[in-house]
């Protein structure tokens, strides 16, 4: 995870264990922390032979069970520090929980590619400086009432080009029930655009059928294209469901979906029929 979350902001690999995507300013050519550590879990002082989290490389099991396999090196520490402060999203006010629009999507060595938009909550997020890429909400008469400029997260580790982007924006200070149309632009592609597919704010019909395996929900997903699924008590995400026929792993006798039309979301509670 710390791994994974490491590509997330900013870093290439380090160079100990064979992988692609190198980080070629590396300063320690064995791809190990090259400084001491420090574990505050256990109070250990840890050497530099350990080798660097970013990398391919662990330390044998049966070495030390009681020392890390691998660590963090002060250069890969600095990495993220100034990633997150310079590249991270930036919170919109303050940074308590609240309803958020998400505008999320990708960017691909095919083209560009918007998500369904929708609301939820949790803590705000915009990009901290801008880039080559665009976001735009516009209302039903073509008046702008969003705008934003960034640069998407490469995925590392990936067969492909591509790389990522999600938003979170305060529902309190962006006219959500005014959008019409969010386009995506940029990298020399053609935009691409979501829209409202129905207007007004009519709940989705959503139907639920107990099965072996959880439930199976379906839906017209020509009106709402995607369904964001939680357990109803843990408000853990089970899915994005799509095409307007899923089936959720799930043992929960309720679930909160949210119904995305494109660019605008509704809400339902749904109790499961047996």
Known sequence: LAHELGHNWGRRHSPCGGPTFLDSRFPYPGGNIGVFGFDTWTNRILTPDLPDVMSYCWLPLAYNPSVPRRWTSDYTYQGVLEYLTTNGDIPVG??????CMIVWGRVTAKGLLLEPSFVTTTVPGIPRKGGR????????D???????????????????????FAFAIPVERFPVSRVALIELAGGGFAPAIETARIQ?????????????????????ARDSPLLVVRDRVTQQILAFARSGDAIIRTSSP???????NGVRSRSVNLQISQ
Not at 94 to 99: I, S
């Open 200 to 220: 007004g704010e009519a709940l989705p019909l959503v139907t639920s059928t107990s099965v072996q395996t959880g439930v199976r929900l379906r839906w017209d």
């Open 94 to 99: 303050d940074m308590r929980r609240q309803e």
């Open 133 to 140: 890429f665009s976001v735009r909400a516009l209302d039903a």
């Open 142 to 164: 073509g008046n702008q009432v969003l705008s934003l400029s960034f640069d998407p997260i490469a995925i590392a580790d990936a067969s492909v080009d591509e790389s990522h």
């Open 254 to 260: 309720a679930l909160d979906v949210t119904a995305s």
